[in-house]
């Protein structure tokens, strides 16, 4: 049985195929899924940056498919920042439309202007913080 591969909904690292064929339904790799209860994740780049960055909207609208419901802005902006650093050529304005279909499939209590608002700070803030691994 062959497994689809899929991204962490918290990092957007790839999911280790083992932990997939333990677990078909995990959205989360090893490392996300056992951060200690209680400590806020680190807004940053993804562990690693692919030398070719994934431009397309296509992409951005798979990787979404991995990434479940989020209903504090904060957790929003965090998955918005990372989204910024692997998807650099996306545009705000490609990018809004996306995130505005995508919260209302997972019931995301987040109107058009907050999720414009929360775009366009987390594109400000990928600019303030350039990756600096790649």
């Given at each position: 049985?062959?497994?689809?591969?899929?991204l962490?909904?918290?990092c957007?690292?790839?999911i280790?195929?083992?932990?997939?064929q333990?677990?078909?339904?995990?959205?989360?790799?090893f490392?996300c899924?056992?951060?200690?209860?209680?400590?806020?994740?680190v807004?940053g780049?993804p562990?690693?940056?692919?030398?070719?960055?994934i431009?397309?909207?296509?992409h951005?609208?798979r990787?979404?498919?991995?990434?479940?419901?989020?209903?504090?802005?904060?957790?929003?902006?965090?998955?918005l920042?990372?989204?910024n650093?692997?998807?650099?050529h996306?545009s705000?304005?490609e990018?809004?439309?996306?995130?505005?279909?995508?919260?209302?499939?997972?019931?995301?209590p987040f109107?058009?202007?907050?999720?414009?608002k929360l775009?366009l700070?987390?594109?400000q803030w990928?600019?303030?913080h350039p990756?600096?691994s790649g």
């Amino acid at each position: 049985m062959q497994l689809q591969q899929r991204l962490c909904s918290d990092c957007g690292e790839p999911i280790d195929p083992k932990r997939l064929q333990a677990m078909p339904d995990a959205r989360q790799c090893f490392d996300c899924a056992n951060q200690p209860t209680g400590v806020a994740p680190v807004i940053g780049p993804p562990k690693s940056i692919a030398a070719k960055p994934i431009a397309t909207t296509y992409h951005l609208k798979r990787y979404l498919l991995n990434v479940g419901q989020k209903a504090d802005p904060k957790a929003l902006f965090r998955t918005l920042v990372r989204v910024n650093y692997l998807f650099p050529h996306i545009s705000a304005a490609e990018m809004t439309p996306i995130f505005i279909h995508w919260s209302k499939q997972t019931n995301s209590p987040f109107d058009q202007a907050q999720i414009l608002k929360l775009v366009l700070d987390a594109k400000q803030w990928v600019q303030d913080h350039p990756n600096k691994s790649g």
